[in-house]
């Protein structure tokens, strides 16, 4: 049985060709975060298929199939760029999910109360961030491409995956990103910066959207950027009632990514069916009441 090594200098190497192969930025940061932790778990031993599906083993005790998968698929991409494919492990079969869990379902009403917590808390910045990526449905990624040149001109041109799209702006968004960017002397280029005028980090607008939720009283499970987009999906599915054209919207390349962003919660379902009005409420009273008047034929006979 060949053992193979995996060290940093390896990890970096990959992460390398990995950016010259034009992956997202997001699936670097991943992946390289995924190799880090089963290098890690090595202990400096040696990679054979039997140490990777020990892996698998232990991440399935504390992660979710679909984030256990996202880890394999780091360490088979490592895998194949080195042509180590006997140690390619398979993926978790997950089942179609139906439903969309009410405990992590934003609400418009909650993320209106978030985005006046930020503000009341003189986070003027978070404020309009959430604002600019629920209004539009663009990934936290894609902040970077929100401009004064795009608030400008009403429409944003993203490139994002190795695909470029065109995302418009609502007036109302792009007079208040105006605004903004007036205040903070930003005459050109991105908008969300750091105080250095340097790109947000996603890690720190997470934090920063956790402490925001906090104050205003909403789950801490619900405030994470990638929810925006999927409150922005939802709403504009409930309204327009066209998945292809919500798929072109959000970036996607396959319709099937899009209806998992339009799933329902489950509260929402079990509404859904209590108006459909399907249930006789009267039938065991009436089935009561019919016996009991043959019960006195009977006895009167």
């Known amino acids: 049985m060949q053992v193979h090594r995996i060290d940093e200098s390896l990890i970096r190497e990959y992460v390398m060709w990995m950016k010259q192969s034009e992956k997202s930025e997001g699936t670097v940061r991943k992946y390289q975060y995924y190799l880090t932790q089963f290098c890690h778990f090595l202990e400096d031993a040696g990679v054979c298929k039997e140490r990777v599906i020990q892996w698998k083993d232990w991440l399935k005790k504390g992660m979710s199939p679909a984030t256990v998968n996202g880890a394999l698929a780091a360490v088979n991409g490592l895998f194949r760029y080195k042509g180590w494919n006997e140690c390619v492990v398979k993926f978790l079969k997950v089942g179609r999910q139906v439903f969309r869990p ?62 470029i799209r065109t995302v418009l702006l609502p007036k109302g968004l792009c007079r208040m990103l105006r605004e903004y960017a007036e205040r903070k002397r930003i005459e050109k280029g991105m908008i969300f910066v750091t105080r250095t005028g340097r790109k947000l980090d996603r890690s720190n607008i997470w934090r920063e959207m956790k402490k925001a939720a906090k104050l205003a009283q909403i789950s801490l499970e619900k405030a994470f950027p990638h929810n925006l987009r999927h409150l922005f999906a939802r709403s504009f599915y409930r309204q327009e009632k066209d998945l292809l054209r919500l798929a072109d919207i959000l970036g996607h390349s396959n319709v099937n990514t899009t209806r998992i962003y339009t799933m329902e919660s489950g509260g929402d379902h079990i509404r859904r069916l209590e108006k459909m009005e399907l249930l006789v409420e009267e039938y065991n009273s009436m089935y009561e009441n019919n016996s009991n008047d043959y019960n006195r034929m009977l006895l009167s006979l």
Not at 131 to 143: F, M, N
Not at 145 to 155: H, L, R, S
């Open 102 to 163: 009410d405990e992590k379902e934003l609400t418009v009403e909650e993320y209106r109360r978030m985005v006046l917590a930020a503000k009341e808390a003189g986070n003027e910045r978070l404020s309009l961030l959430i604002q600019t990526v629920c209004a539009t449905g663009i990934r936290i990624s894609e902040l970077s491409y929100i401009t004064v040149e795009a608030a400008e001109q009403k429409a944003a041109r993203v490139d994002c995956k190795g695909k």
